[in-house]
């Protein structure tokens, strides 16, 4: 068949022409809005009061959920009472809160001007995370990366509120070091000190110098956290990617936050040995060198760094690896047009991807730049369709004609992974329900009692298929990871649709 090979080029090459210029829409496509963005945008910031821990205040809105984990942080003497359930279970893992604080935070930076109303309830939902991370961070050179022991936690189905599992402290330190969750604490709080700086420049300047000596604890001791604590946090939140993704994000961020030029020092002259410019184009908690390229591109195209020059290749290239018909596309998608990567949670990297898309497409417009893709020109338009299909699949605009966000559309899932909402409420039934009773909750067929509104699922399989199971943890369980960067992509749609 070797023959058919220059007509088979000849014809993707025609399509690819067509698909970049916009002419051909899949898979992304144009049109008025046929979402309620508004409203998926104020639901997928009230997600994150479902999923907080510690005393709940009085204007919380998720009102079947009640305080929890109270104590936690006593068996070290330490107060860590306070942030967020990761998903469906009730242990606090660092690592992947310190990454949804982050992307909150870049959210709230970029499209924070087009919240409208949300705007404050976005920072009250970075707050709760800012306000546990200041408290995990206290101590100098320590940083209490995980409460609950998650194995025995799976082994119960039960509310937070009734928790009686371990609440066992987990930290890194110099003797055990972890520069992965360190760097990312250090870029969690570095973001969010932006999200601060001018509705309360003292809690943004506590964020900023935290982060600051954080950062500096990650880069001098070396190590995965994974290595000290990987009874504890593997399989479930390991660093398969290593520390080096962390530690070129946070001085990215750290840059950004301070305009230190030693941040920029650090990055141009380890930026390389950190991964600069690997292909390894899957971001999420794990792995942050492609947010890390799109940020440091930032730089060099809106504040006009010319050294971090190569970020805007290093940024086109995970671009082109999208686009569907080009040399470079690693992309796989669903027939029904999502982006697939992972078999479980993918849309963890379905809403990570459609932010950087829509904040690369702004920095691009900015500049009046685009990228290039094998002699394919890509405009920011094109990214911003691309983003806003993948965002109009979550809303509905599948083969299931269903929308994988609870609450939001006439269809979505009904049997959502997360203990809290599968459970009787405490207002519905005061009597403590204990570990192993709860499990006849997690095998029934019924919906929720109490609607996780705004959670994103895991989502369905490469072929479309989503059985709404509860059991079926892969596609029906809520992250905080996978809203996170949702919250922006939303916000800037609302915005460019009119809805704000």
Excluded at 360 to 373: E, I, N, P, R
Aim: hydrophobic share 35%.
């Amino acid at each position: 068949m070797a023959h058919s090979r220059p007509s088979f080029l000849l014809l993707s090459h025609f399509l690819l022409s067509l698909f970049a210029s916009g002419a051909i829409g899949s898979p992304g496509h144009h049109g008025p809005a046929n979402h309620n963005y508004r409203d998926a945008l104020s639901k997928s910031i009230l997600f994150f009061e479902g999923q907080r821990s510690g005393r709940l205040p009085a204007n919380q809105r998720m009102t079947w959920r009640r305080n929890s984990g109270l104590s936690d942080g006593s068996a070290m003497n330490v107060d860590l009472v306070g942030g967020y359930y990761d998903a469906g279970d009730n242990v606090k893992f660092g690592f992947p809160m310190a990454f949804t604080t982050t992307m909150l935070s870049w959210s709230v930076i970029e499209f924070g001007g087009m919240m409208k109303g949300e705007l404050e309830n976005a920072r009250a939902a970075v707050r709760w995370a800012t306000d546990y991370l200041l408290k995990a961070t206290a101590h100098p050179n320590t940083i209490y990366v995980q409460v609950g022991d998650p194995n025995k936690d799976h082994a119960c189905w039960e509310r937070p509120e009734d928790m009686d599992t371990p609440r066992t402290v987990y930290k890194v330190d110099n003797s055990n070091p972890g520069s992965d969750v360190a760097a990312e604490t250090a870029a969690a709080l570095a973001a969010a000190s932006l999200v601060f700086r001018k509705s309360d420049p003292a809690y943004s300047k506590l964020l900023r110098n935290r982060a600051i000596s954080v950062f500096e604890f990650a880069d001098k001791y070396r190590g995965s956290y994974s290595n000290g604590l990987k009874n504890v946090v593997c399989p479930f939140y390991c660093s398969y990617s290593g520390y080096q993704d962390e530690l070129l994000w946070g001085a990215a961020w750290l840059h950004k936050a301070t305009k230190n030029p030693t941040y920029l020092n650090y990055i141009e002259a380890n930026g390389q040995t950190l991964g600069a410019d690997e292909s390894d184009n899957t971001f999420g908690w794990d792995n942050k060198h492609v947010g890390a390229r799109i940020l440091l591109s930032k730089a060099f195209l809106v504040q006009n760094l010319k050294s971090l020059h190569d970020y805007k290749g290093h940024a086109d290239n995970f671009i082109c690896s999208l686009i569907p018909g080009t040399p470079f596309s690693q992309t796989q998608y669903t027939p029904g047009g999502l982006l697939f990567k992972m078999g479980d949670s993918n849309m963890q990297y379905v809403t990570s991807t459609s932010f950087l898309l829509v904040a690369y497409a702004k920095f691009l417009t900015y500049s009046s730049k685009v990228v290039s893709c094998g002699g394919t020109t890509v405009t920011p338009r094109k990214l911003r369709s691309i983003a806003k299909r993948q965002v109009d699949y979550i809303l509905g605009d599948n083969p299931q004609k269903m929308s994988y966000m609870v609450g939001y559309g006439a269809r979505y899932p009904q049997q959502v992974h997360h203990r809290g909402s599968s459970l009787p409420s405490v207002a519905a039934h005061p009597a403590k329900i204990p570990c192993s009773a709860g499990f006849t909750a997690l095998y029934t067929s019924a919906p929720n009692p109490n609607p996780l509104t705004g959670a994103v699922v895991g989502g369905p399989d490469a072929m479309d298929r989503f059985p709404d199971q509860r059991s079926d943890y892969a596609r029906s369980e809520p992250a905080t990871y996978i809203n996170a960067p949702l919250v922006g992509a939303l916000a800037y749609l609302a915005h460019s649709s009119g809805q704000l």
